[in-house]
C-alpha cells in the first residue's frame, strides 16, 4: 500500500523549508523581518494541538508547554475519547506507546477523521522506526522532551504540507478507508482485476470456481459502495493498493 505522504528524506528536508528548522531538536529561528516574525507568532497562536497520553503527568506537561507557546491545547486520554469527541480540526499529537502507527490510522479513518498525526517517544526511535512510521502516514515525529515551540511549529509543518495536499490525501485515505472493510480474499480480488485479469484467469490463479470468484467480486463492490467494476477498481487505485 502507498504511503499517503512524501518520502521521510524528503519530508525532513520540508520541515526545514517551512520551518526553518534543523532535524532533531527544532528551534524557532528568529527572523531579521518584522512582518515575517509577526506571521509565524500568527501561525503559532492559530494551532490547535490534541494530546493523547494515558500518562497525566505528561498530558499536564505538554498542554502547558503548548499553552505558554500560544497554542491551544486539548487533552484525551485515549484515542477512543479523542474520536467519541469528534475533532474535526487542529493536529492530533499522541504518545507512541497508544499503539501502532498504521493502527492508530486505520482507527482515526475509520471515524472520519483525517488530522495529521504526530507521534512523539520518550526514547530516541530508530531510523528504520522513523522509516516505517512516516511511510505507514504519520506527519511527523519528535523525541520527548520538547518545548511548546517545537509542537506548534511541526504543526505548521504538517498543515502546510496537508493544505496543499489535501484534496489527494483525503481521496486517498477515504479509499483506504472502504479498502479496510474488505477480507483478505476479497482484496486479493480486487488486486486481480487492477491487473486486468477476468474471472475465468483469477479463478485458475487461486484455485477457485469462476462462480465463486464472481460472489467474491459482487461483494467486494456492494462493500465499496460502487455499481460496477471500474468503479472498484479506481478506489483500489486511489487507496494505493
Not at 13 to 39: C, I, Y
Not at 181 to 187: A, D, Y
Amino acid at each position: 500500500m502507498q504511503n499517503a505522504y512524501l518520502p521521510v528524506d524528503i519530508l525532513l528536508t520540508m520541515k526545514q523549508e517551512v520551518t526553518g528548522a534543523t532535524t532533531g531538536n527544532r528551534m524557532l529561528v528568529a527572523s531579521s523581518e518584522f512582518d515575517r516574525g509577526q506571521q509565524e507568532s500568527k501561525n503559532l497562536t492559530l494551532q490547535v494541538v490534541h494530546i493523547v497520553d494515558e500518562n497525566f503527568r505528561n498530558r499536564a506537561k505538554i498542554s502547558m508547554s503548548v499553552v505558554q507557546s500560544g497554542g491551544i491545547a486539548e487533552i484525551f486520554d485515549s484515542l477512543e475519547e479523542l474520536i467519541e469527541a469528534k475533532v474535526a480540526s487542529g493536529t492530533i499529537l499522541a504518545n507512541s506507546t497508544c499503539g501502532r502507527p498504521r493502527d492508530l490510522l486505520t482507527r482515526l479513518r475509520r471515524a472520519n477523521i483525517f488530522l495529521p498525526l504526530i507521534l512523539f517517544a520518550e526514547e530516541n526511535l530508530s531510523t528504520t522506526q522513523i522509516v516505517r512510521a512516516a511511510h505507514e502516514g504519520v506527519a511527523d515525529i519528535l523525541t520527548w522532551p520538547f518545548t511548546g515551540d517545537d509542537v506548534l511549529l511541526s504543526c505548521i509543518y504538517c498543515q502546510e504540507f496537508m493544505a496543499g495536499q489535501s484534496d489527494t490525501i483525503r481521496r486517498r485515505e477515504q479509499a483506504r478507508n472502504l479498502i479496510d472493510q474488505l477480507t483478505s480474499r476479497e482484496r486479493e480480488i480486487l488486486e486481480l482485476m487492477m491487473h486486468g485479469h477476468s474471472n475465468k484467469e483469477m479463478a485458475n490463479l487461486l484455485n477457485l470456481s469462476p462462480r465463486t470468484v464472481e460472489d467474491y467480486r459482487l461483494n467486494l463492490i456492494k462493500k465499496l459502495g460502487v455499481g460496477a467494476s471500474s468503479a472498484a477498481i479506481r478506489i483500489g487505485l486511489e487507496a494505493g493498493i
